[in-house]
């Protein structure tokens, strides 16, 4: 008769659960997008859409709970009529021990209230206080029921160790073990799972409805948390609704109220290994696994795997963006969709991928504020407070220092290395910059490399090279290692075709179609030598030189063109040739004429010795004459008269 009665009583207690728990069951099954219970919306971020889906969320979760309740008060009314229509039975309790206290039995049972331990058939270190109090104890042992319905049914083998506190407390346990329920309706389902700690109205509330005995080892702590565990294990969910919609995720740790909120709301068991710290941390996740987020609404819209987020709000918007970490308050909280990103600071990448096309991937950004307005740009790294702060779609930027690269905003390509380095770059691109204040001016400018603290240039200076500052006129001394071939002192350096910084070669190993000069280079008698200023130079110092145009008409090869084709340079280096050409030609005339000269003499010379032999032999021959004119003066003359 008992038998027929109990059987009777346990279908309609099922019966009467079935209009809750299929209302219940239908609004499980909807995907609601969940906002953080109470998270705070900053201006900028968390707009209306996530408001009303918080707002449905929320009258979502009352209807369960009210639901619930009703449930609850129908399980009593249901066992209230069950009990009554059960034949009256004598009492299994042994007779109390004389000379004690109302409600000591012996073998350490202790029963207070109507029916409490009415059932017991050889337990022993049973404690039963309140109406139906472990009504069907059975065999167990070492339970402890205080309230109304706790531990009512009660009485499988090995049913022992359990711990009902609150009005209908584990109402509908059969033979769980080791379980703790304290709570108005707390483990209220639980049937055969053992080792689970439930605290708070509500907590645990679902647990092993499925009779499968796997929900074991959970730990509920707050009203409500891990309402609707089904077969879920490992779980620890502390605070009000923590856990809340979990259905068979398991080894997911919830702290706070609302963490964890939908995990596992599909039902399909892929919401575990999810840590969540802080109200509304991982919230609306429902499938993603194995995150971690520490901070009131981190994480709070996730359903992507392997996340981390620390801070209040870190990652909040996320959803399916996967691989990334987010450690500050707000950081990464506007990410969507993007993937791979880091985010170390407050605000860091605060709006990163906040047009939820997923473009906003694979950025590091380590500081306060830093990459906080990017939006779609992808594989940035900024490295300091504020570094980047201004960049929305900009890519491929390395940016490290305070306020590094702080205004760019498009640039792309661009690498600043030191506090307020490239700081007022808008859309220039391609620039490498190193130094404190480098790169200060440039706003639009592509290609450029400054090297040096405080270097700078014309805010739309392109394709240049600047060392040690030699924009504001600093006079320093530059080292240059690794040049290509035997460097010596005051020997000329050069840019090869490819870019390499070396000396001339000489050496015929390195040359073909080797052949004179000859008369190429007569060309530089017709260059035209002027002086100059150049019109952009701060010293406006005077100079020397030749104008590239008026030398391309004379000989094209001794310039070189710019991008555009148009004349740029002369070729000095190549003029020197020329001149040395010239200047071989002229010495040969010049041997050749001392030559002449040289021959020229000697013929005068030996011409000259021929006409000194000649008039020194017409002078020997006068003096003979002279002589013998003397003599015939001095010798007397005798004369006959006849």
């Not at 340079?569 to 040289?598: D, G, P, S, W």
Request: net charge negative; charged share 15%; with cysteine.
């Amino acid at each position: 008769m008992l038998t027929r009665h109990l059987h009777f009583w346990q279908n309609g207690l099922w019966a009467g659960f079935c209009e809750g728990r299929a209302g219940k069951t239908n609004i499980y099954h909807e995907r609601p997008e969940m906002s953080s219970p109470g998270s705070r919306l900053r201006d900028g971020y968390g707009g209306p859409r996530e408001i009303r889906e918080g707002q449905n969320n929320e009258r979502k979760i009352k209807l369960m709970k009210t639901r619930s309740c009703f449930t609850i008060f129908t399980t009593i009314l249901s066992m209230l009529a069950c009990f009554g229509l059960l034949p009256t039975m004598q009492a299994q309790l042994p007779p109390e021990i004389p000379g004690n206290p109302d409600g000591c039995y012996p073998a350490f049972t202790t029963a207070e209230g109507c029916n409490a331990l009415h059932q017991l058939f050889g337990g022993i270190g049973n404690t039963a206080v309140g109406w139906y109090s472990n009504f069907l104890a059975g065999d167990a042992s070492f339970n402890t029921s205080v309230g109304a319905g706790t531990l009512a049914l009660d009485s499988g083998i090995g049913s022992g160790q359990n711990t009902a506190v609150g009005t209908a407390a584990m109402i509908l346990n059969l033979s769980g073990s080791g379980n703790t329920a304290v709570g108005t309706n707390a483990l209220v389902f639980n049937t055969v799972a053992s080792d689970n700690n439930a605290v708070g109205r509500f907590a645990l509330y679902n647990n092993d409805s499925g009779g499968a005995g796997l929900a074991n080892g959970n730990n509920a702590f707050g009203a409500f948390a891990l309402f609707n565990n089904i077969d879920g294990s490992g779980n620890n969910a502390f605070g009000d609704s923590a856990l809340f919609a979990n259905i068979h995720g398991h080894d997911n740790t919830a702290v706070g109220d609302g963490a964890l909120l939908s995990n596992d709301l599909s039902g399909n068991g892929n919401g575990i290994f999810n840590t969540a710290v802080g109200a509304g941390a991982l919230a609306a996740n429902i499938d993603g696994l194995e995150s971690t987020a520490v901070g009131a609404g981190a994480l709070t819209h996730n359903q992507a795997n392997a996340l981390t987020a620390v801070g209040f709000e870190a990652l909040f918007a996320n959803t399916t963006g996967g691989g990334n970490t987010a450690l500050g308050a707000v950081a990464l909280a506007q990410n969507s969709t993007g993937e791979r990103n880091t985010a170390v600071g407050d605000s860091a990448l605060l709006f990163n991928d906040s047009t939820t096309n997923g473009l906003g991937s694979r950025n590091t950004a380590v500081g306060i504020g830093a990459l906080l307005s990017n939006t779609d740009g992808a594989s940035n790294n900024a490295v300091g407070d504020s570094a980047l702060v201004s960049n929305t779609i900009g890519s491929f930027n390395e940016a490290m220092g305070v306020n590094a690269l702080f205004h760019n905003d498009t640039g792309f390509g661009n690498i600043a290395i030191g506090d307020d380095s490239l700081s007022n770059n808008v859309s220039g691109f391609q620039n490498t910059v190193v130094g404190d204040l480098a790169g200060g001016n440039i706003l639009i400018g592509d290609f450029n490399t400054y090297v040096g603290a405080t270097v700078d240039g014309p805010t739309d200076e392109s394709f240049t090279i600047r060392i040690a500052d030699t924009f504001n006129g600093i006079v320093g001394r530059c080292f240059i290692g690794g040049i290509a071939g035997n460097v010596t002192p005051g020997g000329a350096l050069f840019i090869t075709g490819s870019g390499q910084l070396t000396t001339t070669p000489s050496s015929r190993r390195f040359k073909d179609e080797i052949k004179p000069m000859d008369k190429t280079s007569e060309a530089i008698f017709s260059l035209k030598p002027v002086t100059f200023r150049y019109k952009n130079e701060k010293t406006n110092t005077q100079q020397w030189g030749l104008i590239a145009e008026e030398v391309e008409k004379v000989n094209p090869a001794l310039i070189l063109p710019d991008k555009d084709g148009k004349p740029y340079t002369v070729r000095y280096e190549q003029i020197n040739a020329m001149l040395l050409n010239e200047f071989i030609k002229e010495h040969h005339k010049v041997q050749e004429l001392e030559a002449t000269v040289a021959q020229q003499q000697k013929s005068f010379e030996s011409k000259l010795a021929g006409q000194h032999k000649q008039i020194e032999a017409l002078t020997s021959g006068l003096q003979k004459v002279s002589a013998q004119v003397e003599m015939s003066k001095l010798a007397p003359q005798v004369v006959n008269n006849p």
